[in-house]
């Protein structure tokens, strides 16, 4: 499925969000609340990794490991789509409060609704899925960006995760308890 039905799947689907991103983004800056308190840094990252995740696809792969005839291209292309559509749905759901950074904005509230209702990240979640499935279509420099994107997430979340407690104490300490951080369904036990 290494071809240009599959280029055109994840160019498509990654062009889409980045798409929505930047308009969100400059909307954002021209209507949206004042921001009151920020993480620095993570921004300028985030546009460092969609930059990596764009052209890394179509650089010469590191390896090869999706076996030709196999169902990983379809379930790729399956994931890939699925996690665009979760990314976008969230992004909606957050509206003006969305931020490329953790930040908190003035009126900021706690969305607990829509896909904040299936995993506490599912901005996240869909962005891990679209990097997931692109790797499971095409293999080679996707694996390695996988292994990237996970690490800025984790980190990334550590910190959101941090500032949502601080802002919202017990509101979030209980959102914390009963929705999964990012993979849906999976609840890890109370610390």
């Not at 290494?2 to 799947?9: F, G, V």
């Not at 062009?15 to 929505?20: E, M």
């Not at 908190?104 to 990097?131: C, E, F, N, S």
Request: aromatic share 12%; with cysteine; hydrophobic share 50%.
């Amino acid at each position: 499925m290494k071809d240009l039905t599959t280029n055109t799947l994840i160019v498509v689907c990654w062009g889409l969000w980045a798409a929505v991103w930047s308009v969100g983004w400059i909307a954002n800056l021209a209507r949206g609340p004042r921001t009151q308190r920020r993480s620095l840094g993570w921004s300028f990252w985030m546009w460092v990794l969609v930059l990596i995740v764009w052209t890394g696809g179509h650089l010469q792969p590191f390896v090869t490991v999706v076996p030709g005839g196999s169902v990983l291209p379809a379930a790729g292309a399956v994931l890939l789509v699925a996690g665009t559509a979760f990314t976008l749905w969230a992004r909606w759901i957050l509206g003006a409060m969305w931020s490329s950074q953790p930040s908190v904005k003035a009126g900021h509230q706690l969305r607990t609704d829509g896909p904040y209702a299936i995993t506490r990240h599912p901005i996240y979640t869909g962005m891990v899925a679209m990097i997931v499935g692109a790797a499971l279509m095409e293999g080679g420099n996707w694996l390695v960006l996988t292994v990237l994107f996970a690490v800025y997430v984790a980190l990334k979340m550590r910190e959101e995760e941090r500032l949502m407690t601080a802002t919202f104490g017990d509101q979030y300490e209980t959102y914390r308890r009963t929705t999964p951080q990012i993979i849906p369904g999976l609840r890890w036990s109370a610390r």
